[in-house]
């Protein structure tokens, strides 16, 4: 079998699921994974017969995919704004999306002249937000919670490069812990770090309503963590009231939050946060003109 050969069988085997786009994405992604190619070097020479030792983990990743699995789980990474992050079932795959609030983020203090930074993603997950930020601004102090230990795991053993084609390093790691942000704001107790006169508090918490459910497709619901994923149709704004909270008492003057959101619940966050007495608040919208993000100032 040529690898031309598997794309054109991968598609075919795909397209009772996803559309031709998406499947020949998908088909080359995971060929160039598990042969160690380029795209640029598969379209160069397709005809090029797979050997036998590498048509196993190929047919493997295609059975899983027809068992609805994503393909980040299977070949564990996800693309996110220029980075690959570790994922597994612990953690969401990172969106588009949210790659865009990191933009919208990094674009506002860019601007702002700003550099040495205190930041917290709060709902951490697989930590793409965190490490992106941290990347943007290598001079802050960036921080990052999430209640559940299997997601830190994954997120605190991310290897994220400044500089992807040099391979520099990251030097200012987010420092990560466990926290439920349900439980209130942390005390200065010493079991936390100090996460206090922030100039950034941004989140991406559970805001898909559990109603949403026969909308959405198998490989969402049967493998990614539905803890991160679902609020219950009658407290939609569960996690928003703490986390305005923390904006509220974590935030330094002229501090910002953001806050990823339900484009159906909108209007309900961003009254939320007025009703907190924050300044500035703007409701924005993602790459497909949806009501997506949140953004708001801390003046008093």
């Known amino acids: 079998m040529t690898r031309k050969e598997f794309i054109t069988k991968a598609i075919d085997a795909l397209s009772s699921t996803y559309s031709l786009g998406e499947s020949k994405a998908i088909a080359i992604r995971i060929l160039t994974h598990y042969l160690g190619l380029s795209e640029y070097e598969y379209y160069m020479e397709q005809n090029v017969p797979i050997p036998k030792s590498g048509q196993t983990p190929l047919l493997k990743a295609l059975d899983e995919l027809l068992e609805d699995r994503p ?15 570790n994922v597994s079932e612990a953690v969401l795959i990172p969106r588009p999306e949210t790659e865009q609030l990191c933009r919208i983020i990094t674009g506002e203090w860019k601007k702002s002249g700003y550099t040495s930074l205190r930041i917290l993603d709060a709902c951490t997950g697989s930590g793409c937000i965190a490490y992106t930020l941290a990347c943007s601004f290598p001079k802050s102090s960036v921080f990052a919670c999430d209640n559940s230990p299997e997601a830190l795991e994954v997120a605190m053993g991310q290897k994220v490069f400044i500089d ?90 002229g501090g910002r939050g953001y806050f990823e959101i339900n484009e159906a619940m909108s209007e309900k966050v961003a009254g939320l946060v007025e009703g907190c007495g924050f300044s500035e608040v703007e409701i924005l919208d993602d790459i497909h003109n949806r009501h997506r993000f949140v953004s708001f100032t801390k003046w008093f």
């Open 71 to 85: 393909v980040q789980y299977i070949i564990g990474y996800a693309d996110f704004a220029g980075h690959a992050f």
């Open 164 to 253: 992807g084609q040099h391979r520099q390093p990251l030097e200012n790691i987010p420092v990560f812990f466990q926290y439920d942000i349900l439980s209130g704001v942390p005390e200065d107790n010493g079991s936390v770090p100090n996460i206090e006169d922030l100039d950034i508090l941004v989140s991406n918490p559970p805001y898909v309503l559990e109603s949403e459910k026969e909308f959405m497709k198998a490989n969402v619901l049967e493998y990614e963590p539905a803890s991160a994923l679902f609020v219950p149709d009658s407290d939609p704004l569960r996690f928003y009231r703490p986390l305005a909270e923390w904006a509220e008492k974590l935030l330094k003057t």
